[in-house]
């Protein structure tokens, strides 16, 4: 090769270097600016728009908890992702529900019980229990996975894994962008979660076992930004309150069984919308947990509640 040539092909070379540098820059900042506008959102409930949190991620078109999962709801527009965590014999934290590898994987024993190595080993199997070629990822993966393109709800299932959790959170620097669900007094909740109280975003939770009123007093002055409602039957007394409370703060239901929202579930929308999650856009909800991100990503698109 001549040197003009040499010459013509590094100018090239760097040319092509400089433009894929330009891309991933203009990326990472609509990334950025997708998970800020989220939480955004997340903090106005003035905002029109309905949020959806995908449960164990694209679990129908991926194996629950897997990084493809994540990021398949990533790429539909999903804006919380809603993540199960155990702790390996070593002290590794992993994405699993279950408290064995049974069901979701091609391995059997307790995660408390086996190493990473050993986990880190099997492949996971879809919703039909079909073995994939997908693995089961550490709760790192799925944070970088998921940093500053979406919000995540950390489900933990081991005990005394949160200061694991929290410090992976600021590891990866996915501690603003993190939603907890709390079933606890607001004391217990800032003695539990510790510093971590102070960045994340926290949902206490309503249901037929608690006195609404009571619960929205308590948490009064840490001014929480959503509340999850939960109910059994579609005349459920503590209904009432979602309403009135949606000036305040979003409204969080769970559409994945029909117990956790009055009949009005994720089944129920796949063959009628309006009465599903229509209805509870009626009474006031406006975050959903789904198991049915993009039959609601679709429904909410068409009502034009939803980007």
């Not at 270097?17 to 609509?30: I, K, P, S, T, V």
């Not at 004391?187 to 539990?192: L, M, Q, V």
């Not at 309150?241 to 009005?264: D, K, S």
């Not at 789904?290 to 009502?303: F, N």
Request: proline share 4%; with cysteine.
């Amino acid at each position: 090769m001549t040197t003009i040539y040499k010459q013509i092909l590094i100018i090239l070379l760097a040319g092509l270097l400089c433009w894929q540098r330009f891309l991933h820059h203009g990326n990472e900042e609509q990334a950025t600016g997708r998970a800020v506008q989220i939480k955004e959102v997340f903090c106005d409930p003035n905002d029109p728009r309905i949020l959806v949190n995908a449960h164990r991620g694209d679990w129908r078109h991926a194996p629950e908890n897997s990084l493809r999962a994540i990021r398949n709801v990533i790429a539909m527009g999903a804006d919380i992702v809603e993540i199960d965590i155990r702790k390996t014999r070593d002290g590794v934290l992993v994405l699993m529900h279950d408290a064995t590898v049974d069901r979701t994987t091609n391995g059997q024993g307790y995660i408390h019980e086996l190493d990473y190595d050993s986990i880190g080993a099997l492949f996971l199997r879809n919703g039909a229990g079909i073995i994939t070629q997908h693995k089961v990822p550490t709760l790192k993966a799925a944070l970088l996975a998921a940093k500053d393109h979406i919000l995540i709800q950390p489900d933990y299932k081991c005990t005394n894994c949160l200061d694991d959790i929290a410090r992976l959170l600021k590891e990866t620097g996915t501690d603003d962008q993190v939603v907890f669900g709390v079933k606890k007094t607001l004391r217990e909740t800032k003695d539990f979660f510790g510093d971590l109280f102070h960045q994340a975003l926290f949902v206490p939770a309503i249901d037929g076992k608690v006195e609404p009123k009571a619960v929205m007093d308590e948490f009064a002055p840490v001014d929480p930004q959503a509340y999850v409602f939960k109910f059994e039957q579609e005349d459920a007394s503590h209904l009432e309150y979602m309403t009135p409370l949606q000036q305040e703060a979003r409204i969080w239901v769970q559409t994945i069984q029909p117990h956790r929202c009055g009949g009005h579930s994720d089944d129920l929308a796949a063959d009628d919308p309006d009465q599903a999650y229509g209805w509870l856009i009626d009474k006031g909800a406006d975050i959903f947990l789904t198991d049915r991100p993009g039959l609601l990503l679709d429904y909410l698109r068409k009502r034009q509640l939803h980007d």
